[in-house]
Antibody
Framework: EVELVESGGGLVQPGRSLRLSCVGSGFIFEDYAMHWVRQAPGKGLEWVSGISWNSGSIGYAESVRGRVTISRDNAKNSLYLEMNSLRGEDTALYYC?????????????????WGKGTSVTVSS | IVLTQSPGTLSLSPGERATLSCRASQSVSHNYLAWYQQKAGQTPRLLVYDTSSRVTGIPDRFSGSGSGTDFTLTISRLEPEDFAVYYC?????????FGPGTKVDIK
């Protein structure tokens, strides 16, 4: 069974940085593309970023492009999201999510495994 | 690609038929459109992918259809556990997007 456990969230001041982490188990982590999807309080799902199995393909939503960096360490079954210049609108629950494919074709697909999320609150 | 879902809220009774719409700002290649269900306090659950393929274990009262820019999720007879928020997602590109969601609540 796919298990994804996020960490690193918290309360942070506007303009500061934060690094989210996710550890995956129950599947061959290095075989799949991975994503960060966020959900602001009471709002819908927003795709933030995705990374292919070998980090060769990376995508970002326009809302975060230039402020966040996604990365992964397959040896540690881990996914990361470095977030800089944080704003109030970045306040959300951040989910680590597994793609159904590897991203070998420079494309992302649908998602079949979700972590419980880590909460990020940006406020002074 | 921007996805629009309608209606925003659908108020129905158990046993009724629910029809949820998802419209894309441009044609979705290969009909790469998925549907997720999210209940309050829970993580999203994949229901349908590739427009009409149901995930193993999802009841057959859930069905997806459509092509191009217009897609539909139909719940033939609502069960009490079906009252939730439903999101569509387009994929098969270097970025992916979700629709804003349709809440199906009890009338």
């Amino acid at each position: 069974e796919v298990e994804l456990v996020e960490s690193g969230g918290g309360l942070v001041q506007p303009g500061r940085s934060l690094r989210l982490s996710c550890v995956g188990s129950g599947f061959i982590f290095e075989d799949y593309a991975m994503h960060w999807v966020r959900q602001a309080p009471g709002k819908g799902l927003e795709w933030v970023s995705g990374i292919s199995w070998n980090s060769g393909s990376i995508g970002y939503a326009e809302s975060v492009r230039g402020r966040v960096t996604i990365s992964r360490d397959n040896a540690k079954n881990s996914l990361y999201l470095e977030m800089n210049s944080l704003r109030g609108e970045d306040t959300a629950l951040y989910y680590c999510v597994k793609d159904v494919k590897s991203g070998y074709d420079v494309r992302f697909y649908y998602m079949d495994g979700w972590g419980k999320g880590t909460s990020v609150t940006v406020s002074s | 690609i921007v996805l629009t879902q309608s209606p925003g809220t659908l108020s129905l009774s158990p046993g009724e038929r629910a029809t949820l719409s998802c419209r894309a700002s441009q044609s979705v290649s290969h009909n790469y459109l998925a549907w997720y269900q999210q209940k309050a306090g829970q993580t999203p659950r994949l229901l349908v992918y590739d427009t009409s393929s149901r995930v193993t274990g999802i009841p057959d009262r859930f069905s997806g259809s459509g092509s191009g820019t217009d897609f539909t999720l139909t719940i033939s007879r609502l069960e009490p556990e079906d009252f939730a928020v439903y999101y569509c997602q387009q994929y098969g590109r270097s970025t992916t997007t979700f629709g804003p969601g349709t809440k199906v609540d009890i009338k």
